[in-house]
Every structure is written in C-alpha cells, then in structure tokens.
C-alpha cells in the first residue's frame, strides 16, 4: 500500500468538517463554501475542490422566461420574499423554491436584486447569498466563489470582523449611513429574502 501524502496541518482542522455524501467526500450541503475532496491519482491524494458542479448553480440558456412572481434580469430571474428569518432559513426558503441566494456579483445584477427589494418592502432588509468564510478569511458567495472586486458595502462595512456568523443583506432604505447597500450582520437576525434561478426549462 502506498503512503498517501500528509495534507498540511492547518487545513486539518478543515477536514475534518468533511464527510461522505454517496461517493464524494464533501463538506455539509448547508455549509457556504460547498467544497468537496476528491481523489487525485497522479499525486495520490486529495484534493480540495472549492466549487462544486451542484445543478442549481449551473448557468442557463438566455432564451425563455421565469415562472409567475419571479423576475427576469439576464439569463436569471429573482424573486425577493417579504419575510423576516435568519440566513439559514433565507438559504431553506430558497431551496424550497427550487432556487438559491441571490448572488448579485456586479452593478447591473445588483442594482437589480436592489430595485426589487425596494418595490416589495424597501423598510425590511433583504439577505443575498453572501457570508463570512472562515477558511477563507474572505467573504464567500453561495456558490462558493470568494467575493471579488465589485461590492457595495455602506459606510463602514463590514464591520464583524472574523466573527463566523456574519452574513450580509441589502440594508433598508431607512438607514441613515448605509441605505440600500451591503451591511454585514449575525446571521441569526431576521431579514427577507432575496433567492435567484434559472429560466422556466
Ligand atoms: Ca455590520
């Protein structure tokens, strides 16, 4: 038997988060970086994939239209659900709907998610798909993908430091420094929802 080369230490701690899905060894579907091992016979090892192929996240053909009481913007559509509940029901209520957490990674798309949280409840703030990643040291959107050069954090944003429980929502037009913008906050406070799919198929 050959001797499987020793992953560094510090992501051991990492590891040990993974567990089996069917064949996969993968981190627990509910958690945000959605990372999986899998076995790489040329190094014998593992090998950390950091975006896994999961069907909801795939992209869409352009053509078609969403379904009743969602929004089309490119080749997506959104819906924002005026409901007040913690990130991890956010994410379920999006799931329910055969959806994800909006990801609204440039101006156009979050503009967008923005204006349609504001035409259902611009008093509530809404949650996108975006949350602190502690193996990351970054925040990290749904997908998996550490947030990049576009934001739109409100005046001093983020403000939770490393705290692990920090996910972010549009904050409420209302807000006297960071109206309509990002504003970082403990996952378990209640906002609404902003979830993003696919065209009708
Ligand atoms: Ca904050």
Redesign the pocket.
């Known amino acids: 038997m050959e001797q499987t080369g020793q992953p560094p230490a510090s992501s051991l701690a990492a590891m040990r988060r993974f567990r089996w899905y069917g064949h996969v060894l993968r981190l627990p579907p509910d958690h945000p970086n959605r990372a999986l091992l899998d076995f790489n016979p040329k190094l014998a090892g593992w090998r950390q994939n950091q975006l896994i192929r999961d069907p909801l996240f795939s992209p869409t053909v352009s053509q078609g239209t969403c379904e009743p009481n969602w929004h089309g913007h490119g080749s997506r559509c959104f819906r924002v659900f005026d409901v007040e509940v913690s990130y991890a029901d956010a994410r379920a209520l999006c799931l329910s709907h055969n959806s994800h957490l909006a990801l609204p990674k440039d101006q156009s798309t979050n503009d967008f998610v923005k204006q349609l949280r504001n035409s259902v409840n611009q008093a509530r703030g809404a949650w996108i798909g975006l949350k602190y990643g502690v193996d990351e040291g970054s925040f990290v959107w749904e997908d998996g993908e550490v947030l990049g050069s576009f934001d739109d954090w409100g005046q001093?944003?983020?403000?939770?430091g490393s705290d692990p429980n920090?996910c972010v929502r549009i904050v409420r037009v209302s807000s006297s420094s960071r109206s309509n913008q990002w504003?970082?906050?403990s996952c378990a406070n209640l906002y609404g929802v902003s979830c993003e799919k696919g065209h009708r198929p």
Do not use: C, L, S, T
């Open positions: 001093g944003q983020p403000d939770g920090q504003g970082d906050h």
